[in-house]
């Protein structure tokens, strides 16, 4: 069978029989990797350790008619253990990973590198928690192509400020498309937004925590609309709860 090497980080794992697991990778180069780990499960496995959620493995594999055998798996990135050891970071890359595995089955280097260095972030504790989640939300979302509009209206091209956000069309708009009680945004959460889009952390790491949070529910609500259905590990992430301004 043919044999083939990538970088991949690990998304989520499932038990196979008494030793095997069945695991759950997103690859810089093939994209979606489903492979089972023989005998992973047991203490004399040579690396079971590598194959846990939020590791980056440089590995060997052979295909399968189904899924495809791991041969080796040596880590290039182990941010597992410091990323467990933190609830607000465990939370926040659970959502990451399962986006990842939404959003991406093709290969796309884009998303690859944006999953490893948010969570390589998250493990140094670069940023809160809160903040590099929301940042990767709305970068993966814009490789996959939906970048949201947070200055022009995202309907009429009208240029901006706008306070009206509407995810269903795509960002914000002006007053005259805006439907009745959609949520207003201040000036500040607007301006968080954007810089989280472009990776401004001087002004993400400066925002208060109410703007944070409006932001925060923000990008959940546009997240969790381009994906059709909700993101079960959101609901768990450790952050204050979102506030909308009506």
């Not at 038990?15 to 990778?25: C, F, K, P, Q, Y």
């Not at 493995?57 to 467990?84: F, H, N």
């Not at 607000?88 to 260095?117: C, H, K, W």
Request: glycine share 10%.
């Amino acid at each position: 069978m043919p044999t083939y090497r990538d970088e991949a980080v690990v998304l989520r794992t499932h038990s196979l029989g008494e030793a095997d697991r069945i695991v759950t990778m997103l690859g810089r180069r093939r994209g979606k990797i489903r492979a089972v780990a023989k005998g992973v499960r047991r203490t004399t496995s040579r690396f079971g350790a590598r194959l846990e959620p939020f590791m980056v493995v440089d590995l060997q594999c052979y295909e399968g008619r189904s899924l495809d055998v791991i041969q080796q798996a040596e880590s290039l990135g182990s941010y597992g253990a410091p990323i467990a050891a933190d609830y607000a970071a465990f939370t926040a890359a659970n959502v990451i990973v399962e986006t990842a595995d939404r959003l991406t089955d093709e290969a796309s280097p884009q998303q690859y590198l944006l999953l490893v260095g948010a969570l390589r972030s998250l493990a140094r504790g670069e940023h809160g928690s809160s903040l590099t989640l929301d940042s990767y939300l709305l970068r993966a979302l814009s490789i996959a192509g939906w970048a949201p509009s947070f200055g022009d209206c995202a309907v009429t091209g009208e240029p901006g400020p706008h306070t009206a956000f509407v995810a269903q069309l795509g960002g914000m708009v002006a007053d005259a498309v805006a439907p009745p009680g959609a949520p207003r945004l201040t000036p500040e959460t607007i301006g968080l937004l954007g810089a989280l889009l472009t990776g401004n952390w001087a002004t993400a790491d400066a925002a208060a925590a109410s703007t944070r949070a409006q932001a925060s529910g923000v990008i959940a609500a546009y997240t969790q609309w381009h994906l059709e259905r909700g993101l079960r590990s959101l609901p768990h992430v450790d952050r204050a709860t979102p506030e909308i301004v009506a």
